[in-house]
């Protein structure tokens, strides 16, 4: 998590889940890989956060979508909004930079997973990119 963090809270479209947490990281990170574009719709953007430090209000209407033997998704079953990727290992915590109370305090730093990125769109911002999590990415 970067070393500057903030409150946030947000919820879903509805409104039929709210959370709020603190520390989050204000760096959002967008990952490009298949999965995430499938779940989504497009990319999947999200900042850091612990599950332990998530406190969630409605909880009852998540569901949770197991993506992977790695992590599973949350989202509300009424809206369909996504809200969070969850570790199944530790307390590692994706909170969607979308889901969050504007104004958001957070900003676009990196990009993950880019060798699998959509074939209809490029990546343009000049900010980091990497080839899974956390290999830089060399074209």
Not at 60 to 67: D, H, K
Not at 85 to 91: E, P
Not at 102 to 124: C, M, N, Q, W
């Amino acid at each position: 998590m970067s070393n500057d963090s903030r409150a946030i809270s947000g919820g879903c479209y509805c409104g039929k889940v709210r959370y709020r947490t603190t520390p989050v990281s204000n760096e959002v990170t967008e990952c490009h890989c298949s999965q995430c574009r499938k779940q989504s719709g497009h990319r999947y953007a999200a900042v850091d956060a612990r599950g332990g430090d998530v406190q969630i209000e409605g909880a009852e209407n998540i569901t949770w979508f197991r993506a992977s033997n790695q992590a599973e998704r949350g989202f509300c079953a009424r809206c369909g909004s996504h809200l969070f990727w969850r570790s199944l290992s530790n307390d590692d915590m994706g909170i969607l930079a979308a889901s969050i109370d504007e104004p958001s305090g957070v900003h676009l730093a990196r990009h993950i997973f880019v060798e699998d990125k959509g074939d209809y769109y490029e990546i343009t911002d000049g900010l980091p990119q990497f080839t899974g999590a956390d290999t830089p990415y060399a074209p």
